[in-house]
């Protein structure tokens, strides 16, 4: 591949007296230095994670009817927004107050020494005419047009966030005209200003044709925009770093898929599964035997989705929907493993839950045949991965660095992460979010419970991520009991997507499988239900026999969970077993500190636990009887799997009942719904275990409900791509509507695990400490990513403003010293401070 790039020579005079950074102890460094060890972070970018293969094919796909000359053109554009970011730098008042490097030239705005804008103008009068006088059809030319601007905003932006161009056009039109009526540039720069280059006629044109050129494509326009964006930041960032520290930053990618994966394929498990491979059972089908061993089904699942894989290995996207308890993550783990033997340019795997909880108990798994410095949790609450953790305090510099390099870049051959911070990467705006974004492509990205997602922008999530996959080259592996099949709202009629388990209902409706739980409908048949009814049919189930019984029930709301907790506390002697309460006013120490016991002591004591829904998709616990408020059958399903995890209990039910508003909960156009077991249909199609007829009328009815609520459908969110607003699609694709407050409730926290008091006061002034001292920036976010993590100990989501007596507001979040007044029972007392905060809000002073 050749790379056609402006030689800095022919723009500008006296290339070899400009720098681009300083360094104590160090030679400065010339900004053709910096310009070369940029670009040649792009070129390792490109052969180790395919960076120039993903930027072809979406300018072949942007650049729909085009020879190649074009796409070479266009290819240029991107290549030179890359190498032209810093030359801004030639500012000569940034060179005076940055470098210390006073020119011989008049300077210009003395007050002026940014960069990123002056950048952008010089990139566009180098491109400007070029594309106006090349010989194309006009609808190719507009759409190189575009890509200009697009690359030229961005080049502004390097040092920002991605926005709107309203403000740019005015920005850039003012500079234009300053340097030109000036001519204080001129002694600098060869190239001559163009002063029509903001002229309005052509700033319309350009918003005009986004919105109305036939041969318009949207997301490879979006998609080359944010891939440049990262590429330029990260490069930038590689090439500063080296500078700086001497470090070259390694990406690390697998190199050596075979002995990564000696330990997995040499493990019993996988022996035994080909073991099962050599049967007559796997050979003649599962149909014609009588199976009662059910890890023969758990292999053949394993197998049967491997074959798959193999023969359609150049798809991108794969669904894999399997029951629960039918081993998903080491299939998961195989099929990833054999996608990276089978195309030896894919070379990262990336996992994505929805919960973090469910990324540790992966990590465990995965890391444990891969090996721990092979895996990495990356999540806004897991402290920063460090080469010598007990050892920190022996760190330098150069070893904060080096660590946080690898966390913000995701650096590591397995990452496990969040949707939220997958998200955030697709889609982000900000520079922290979008820099490993390079790093996806050319990996396998394993999608877990996608129907967790808001199902309002089901089709917009699809749409974005079947393009991306394509594009930029990645496996996309969608696994979950419950899977929509969401392809089918998509209109490409190019997508390339396989069903790893061709015949799912077979494994889905066996009765290891399906009689592993057996739904009751006594509770729901009655009609609403009442607390005071739930508790004494919980009571009976509890006193009718002498077993030892794990039971589980879940309740919408948190208020009605800690209703029933505290009547049934009271009406239960404390010998017959255990009672416990999990919700989200629980501290996360609490929260991981009862499952662990719950998980760990099978044998033991009863258990009633009474949870809400943060007990749902997998939470590693097994219980032998559930009961559940109905909400959507995805969500009763994900329930069912918390009861007979292993499959080898008998006797084990659910009972579902009717007690809360289910819209408390959940979004008024969420079309789940309105299709629940209330109605006997879908409790037989929820007995079948037939959710690919739950999924096809809840996609059949997603568009017209979606627009009922929205008053916006698919077609706003192509606007939205067609205008390239940046903001818009982060604010459209985000999964959690973040609106809420953060408070922090200051008391001595007892630890459950060795019962030390933590106290939360001093937690608070550690936090502070850190983010108002002159630490090394990397030292301080590894040292915050650890004292967060007790800071999510003490810290609660709340609705409204806080009004209530609070000390400070610090960092977004709101700190109450006297905050044992808001806890009983060790979690937090969300009535007493709603009740405090109204009448705060009234005048009436609370202290």
């Known amino acids: ?373 092979n895996t990495a949790v990356i999540n806004s609450v897991t402290p920063i991965k460090t080469s010598k953790k007990d050892q920190i305090k022996e760190y330098n510099e150069t070893s904060f660095n080096k660590d946080y390099q690898k966390h913000i870049f995701l650096h590591y051959p397995c990452v496990l992460t969040s949707h939220v911070k997958f998200f955030n990467i697709l889609f982000g705006t900000g520079r922290e979010d979008s820099l490993p974004f390079a790093q996806l492509t050319n990996s396998v990205i394993i999608l877990d419970e996608i129907q967790s997602y808001k199902n309002n922008i089901w089709k917009e999530i699809i749409t974005m991520l079947a393009k991306y996959s394509k594009l930029l080259g990645f496996k996309l592996i969608i696994m979950s009991a419950t899977l929509p099949e969401l392809n089918i709202l998509v209109d490409d009629k190019e997508l390339e997507y396989s069903h790893l388990i061709k015949h799912s209902s077979v494994y889905f409706s066996h009765r290891l499988f399906k009689n592993r739980v057996t739904p009751d409908y006594t509770l729901l048949n009655d009609g609403k239900n009442s607390i005071d009814q739930l508790v004494n049919f919980v009571k009976d189930i509890w006193n009718k026999n002498s077993l030892k019984k794990r039971i589980l029930i879940e309740f919408i709301s948190k208020k009605s969970a800690r209703e029933f907790y505290k009547m049934i506390s009271k009406s239960m002697p404390s010998k017959k077993g255990k009672i416990f309460e999990l919700t989200g006013d629980d501290n996360g120490l609490y929260r991981n500190y009862l499952i662990d016991y719950i998980k760990n002591n099978k044998d033991s004591d009863d258990i009633l636990l009474v949870s809400t829904q943060v007990i749902e998709a997998g939470v590693d616990i097994d219980m032998d009887i559930g009961l559940k408020d109905i909400v ?132 608070w002034n550690k936090y502070k400490k850190i983010i108002l001292s002159d630490m090394n920036y990397t030292e301080k976010m590894i040292r915050l990513s650890e004292v967060k993590e007790k800071i999510n100990y003490f810290t609660y989501n709340v609705k409204e403003e806080p009004l209530v007596q609070y000390e400070e507001e610090f960092g977004g979040i709101y700190y109450i010293s006297n905050g044992v007044k808001y806890i009983q029972d060790n979690k937090f007392n969300r009535e007493k401070y709603i009740k405090d905060n109204i009448n705060h809000k009234k005048g009436k002073i609370i202290l």
């Not at 193999?310 to 039918?326: H, M, Q, V």
């Not at 007690?659 to 079309?671: C, G, R």
Request: with cysteine; charged share 30%.
């Open 632 to 763: 959507t059958l995805d969500s009763d399903e994900q329930f069912v799997g918390r009861i007979n995890r292993s499959c080898y209990k008998k006797d084990c039910k659910v009972y579902f009942f009717d007690l809360d508003n289910e819209n408390t909960v959940y979004q008024k156009s969420d079309v789940r719904l309105n299709i629940n077991q209330k109605e006997k249909i879908w409790r037989n199609v929820f007995i079948e275990k037939d959710f690919k007829s739950y999924y096809k009328e809840v996609l059949s009815q997603h568009e017209e409900v979606k627009n009922e609520y929205t008053f916006q459908g698919f077609e706003n969110f192509k606007k939205i791509l067609k205008e390239c607003n940046f903001r818009e699609l982060k604010k459209k694709l985000r999964l959690i509507d973040d609106s809420n407050y953060q408070i922090y409730l200051a008391h001595d926290l007892k630890n459950p695990w060795n019962d030390e008091i933590i106290n939360g006061k001093e937690v």
């Open 1 to 373: 591949m050749k790379h056609k790039l402006k030689p800095l020579d022919e723009l500008i005079y006296h290339s070899d007296i400009f720098l681009a950074h300083l360094k104590e102890g160090k030679q400065p460094e010339k900004l053709i230095e910096h310009m070369n060890l940029t670009f040649d972070y792009y070129l390792k970018l490109s052969k180790e994670k395919g960076l120039y293969d993903a930027l072809s094919r979406t300018c072949k796909s942007y650049l729909t009817k085009h020879d190649q000359k074009e796409i070479n053109l266009l290819i240029e554009l991107f290549e030179n927004a890359i190498w032209l970011h810093d030359i801004g730098k030639i500012n000569p008042s940034f060179q005076y107050k940055k470098m210390k490097n006073k020119l011989p030239f008049i300077t210009m705005n003395e007050d002026d020494s940014s960069h990123s804008l002056l950048s952008s103008l010089i990139y566009l009068n180098v491109y400007f005419e070029k594309i106006a006088n090349i010989k194309s059809e006009e609808g190719i030319k507009l759409l190189l047009f575009q890509a200009m601007i697009l690359f030229s905003y961005i080049i502004s932006r390097h040092h920002g966030y991605l926005d709107t161009l309203d403000e740019y056009f005015e920005k850039m039109k003012n500079l234009n005209t300053y340097l030109i009526k000036s001519k204080k540039i001129e002694m600098i720069l060869k190239i001559k200003l163009n002063e029509g280059l903001f002229d309005i006629t052509i700033i319309k044109k350009f918003k005009d044709t986004l919105l109305t050129t036939n041969t318009n494509k949207p997301i490879e326009l979006m998609l080359l925009s944010k891939l440049l964006y990262s590429t330029i930041i990260a490069c930038d960032y590689y090439a500063t770093g080296e500078y700086m520290t001497g470090d070259i930053a390694d990406f690390g990618c697998i190199d050596d898929i075979d002995n990564l994966t000696k330990k997995f394929y040499d493990s019993d498990i996988y022996h035994g599964i080909m073991k099962y491979k050599n049967t007559n059972i796997f050979k003649e089908g599962i149909k014609k035997f009588e199976i009662n061993n059910i890890n023969f089904l758990r292999s053949d699942m394993f197998l049967k989705a491997e074959e798959v894989l193999i023969k359609d290995i150049d798809n991108n996207i794969f669904y894999l929907e399997a029951p629960t308890g039918s081993g998903k993550t080491l299939t998961s783990m195989n099929l990833a493993f054999k996608i990276i033997k089978e195309k030896e340019n894919i070379n990262k795997i990336f996992y994505v839950f929805p919960f973090n909880a469910l990324s540790d108990q992966t990590e465990k798994v995965v890391s444990s045949y891969i090996g721990k410095k």
